[in-house]
Structures are given as C-alpha cells and as structure tokens.
C-alpha cells in the first residue's frame, strides 16, 4: 500500500520528515524516499528497504539533508519521490494507491507526440511518474492534482512539494486517510496520526475525499473541497493501520477491540484460552477474551529485534520461512487443550496452514480460527492489498472455485453470512486449514465495529459492492 508524511517549518524540518516517514514502515516494503526544499534547490534520496529498515538506510544521509519543507514516503511498489522539472516549475512528487488504469493511461499519453516516460518499474512505467505527467497537463498544480484525480481508476492520494510549500491531496474516493497537524511554526500532514504524538504535533483536522489542500508553514489553504462520497479502506482498521492511529475519529486498537467482542458475542465455543497471531490480531483477540472471560495468553512470540515487519522477501519459500522464523511458540502455554485463535483476516492461509499443524504437534486438543473480517472473495482494486496476480489465491474464492469450478455464477451468495454457500465455502477453508472450526465476521458486524456508515466504507474486497 504505503504511506508518506510531509512537513513545512519556520525551521529545518528533517529530523520531524525522518521520524515521521519512519513510522509509516509497516505500510511498504520496497522504497523508503525523502525530499526537502532549500535555498539550492530540492534534494532527493531514495533507499531499497526490501532488506532493511528505513531508519537504518537513512541514517547517514540525514546530516546532509537540511530544509524547511519536505516529504517522504515508504512505497510498496515504485521508486518515489520524483524529481519533475515541469512547466509549472520544479517539483517533487509522491502518491500512495493503486493506479489500476495504469496501461490505458499510459496509451493515451504515448498516442501524443513527444511525451515519453523514463521512469520504469521492473517492465511497467512508474505510475507516480504518470501522476506527475497527468497534473503536467493543466495550467496549475491544483488543477493538474484535480485532473489527475478524475482520470485515474484505482485510488491516489498526492503530495507535491514546491519551493513555497506542499500540496496535499487525499484520494478522490477517500480510500486512503490524510490528516493536518500543528505545532509552534510547523505543519505536517501524514496518513497515519500515530506519526504526530511523539513529535509534539496536535492532530488540527483530516482532509475530505478528493480535498486539495495548499500548506505553508503556517497555513493551510484550501483548493479544492472535499467530495460528497467516501469509499475509504476498511482494511485500515483490520489489518493495514498502526493501533495508535485515527481515520475518519474512529481509533485502529479500539476498532479491533470491536471486532473481538462481535465475534464473541456471536460464539459459543468453549476453550481454555484466546490468543492472536501477532500482530494485527492480537488486539482483536483481547477484545474477544475480554467479552467472553476467557483467559488471554500468548503461546506464540513474534521475534522482532531481527525480523521486522517490513522484511518481506519476494520469493514465497523465504517468505514462508521467515514467517515461520519470526514466531516462535511456547510449549508451555501452547500445550493446555483448546484454543482460541483470533486473526486479522485469512488472505491465502498458507501461512495459517503451518501455524495451525504447529499448534497441534505442540499438543493442542482443539484450534479455533476466528478472523475479524469476512472470506475474501474479490482481489483489491484500489490499494495493492494483496500480491497476488490471480484472485484464486485467495482462500475464500479458491473454495468458491473448488465448489463451481472456475466461472462461479453468483459471488453474491457466497457473500451472504445466512446462505448455505457461504457456509459451504467456510467449510472448504475450514477442512484445508486443518481447523476444529472457523467461524468468521459478518460483514454487518465488522462495519459497527468500525463506527461509520457502510456507504462510506470501501468494502468490495468482501462483497464486491463498489458505489459509484
Ligand atoms: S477492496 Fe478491500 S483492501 Fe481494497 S480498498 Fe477496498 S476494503 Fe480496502
């Protein structure tokens, strides 16, 4: 997915950039970037993260980098910031989203004499570079950002850093979040708010969908009003988001907390403990233990000192290995008869499969999967969720497929908690993971767990509902 923060200062404003940009890490593994303005121009350094972490291979540019205004930005996918020295002047750019359009855009910009694209990612152009030459096209920023906002199909929220300040605009859909904060002469704006406490910066407000905004150091102007329609991720809160941040006032920790207690309240299986898979769901399961009196324990660690989050190999063999590496059980606890396991959500349930035979070789009696959100049935359109290229390697379609074969004719009733379908699918997963039972969230109960209406939440991943 990714994450960027910027900030404009009366003073240097790096070190703010630095820890700022750093605690967007859990969002991407591939690029970590910073830019900054200063009196000789724009300085750019970006940084391969896919082996680790981005405050390690920022470290020595730091004392180099000096300026007053800057943005920077963890990237899941192409290399960012870019440097564009456009008609409008110098600039440098970053987005987070996915450009699902990518290829026709590029068509259509290719079909105009001299326009070219130098930028590349592995085989494809580097769609902040598309961003950039969509907003070249019109005769300011704002009206390029807007521009590029109604082109694109995907999502795309914007940062442009100029010699006077940062424009910021969130996705027109509001898919991803974007939120000011104010301290004495500096203003950031960042997509996760737990970037602001540690840095002394008071959240002030967050940006509507598809809200352009102007930011100096000690103004924010506004150019372009928020949307009336909101279709932001409620993946946020599920799995993507940090505890300690806020989208839409509605607070990630609590959102999961939520979540357990939704899925107790519907439970009615008795276990001797409640545990999560660390980390994202550790916190539904303390709302679900909490709810249901069942004692909360840990019978797995993550190891974090070396293995942090953003180590993500491409290959899936590694990949399984070091999931595999990074949790490490304990007999002890693990070996005490039923449990209770709650997960932020099953997206292939590879990883799953390992975890649960593991349970049992520990000598668990019973594992009992609890995810705080529905099967997923539809690959994400909007945010790179998954990397996965076919939607079959998602657990729930791949149970839909191992039912239909491979044109299913409505997804709609798999979809449906109360359906037999839906039930036939859960049982698939339920036989390949190899677990005592599954029971799932209803998507009914995930939306009031979050606190916003469901016409403002993206939740197509689950239901294939996408509101124009
Ligand atoms: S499809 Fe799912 S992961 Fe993608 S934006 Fe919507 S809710 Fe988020």
Redesign the pocket.
Known sequence: MGGMFGVVSNQDCVDDLFYGTDYHSHLGTQRGGLAVSNDQGFKRHIHDITNSQFRSKFEDVLPRLHGNIGIGVISDYEDQPLLINSRHGAYAIVTVGKVDNLDELVQAALAKNGVHFSEMTGSEVNPTQLVAHLIDQRETFEEGIAHAQRKIYG?CSIMLLTDRGIYAARDRMG?TPLSIGRKNGSLAITLETCAFPTLGYEPERELGPGEIVFATHNEIEQLKPPGDKMQI???MWVYYGYPASSYEGENVEAVRYRCGEKLAERDDVEVDMVAGIPDSGTAHAIGYSNYAHAPYRRPFVKYTPTWPRSFMPQDQNVRNLVANMKLIPINEIMDSGRVLFCEDSIVRGTQLQDIVKRVFDHGAAEVHMRPACPPLI?G????N?SRSRSELDLAGRRAVHDIEGDNPENLDKYADPDSDEHAAMVEKIRDRLGLTSLRYQRLDDLVDAIGLPKEKL????WDGCEPG
């Open positions: 999502s898919r991720c409620s993946f539809h994400c359109k909007f945010l969720f993206c939740t197509f991943c």
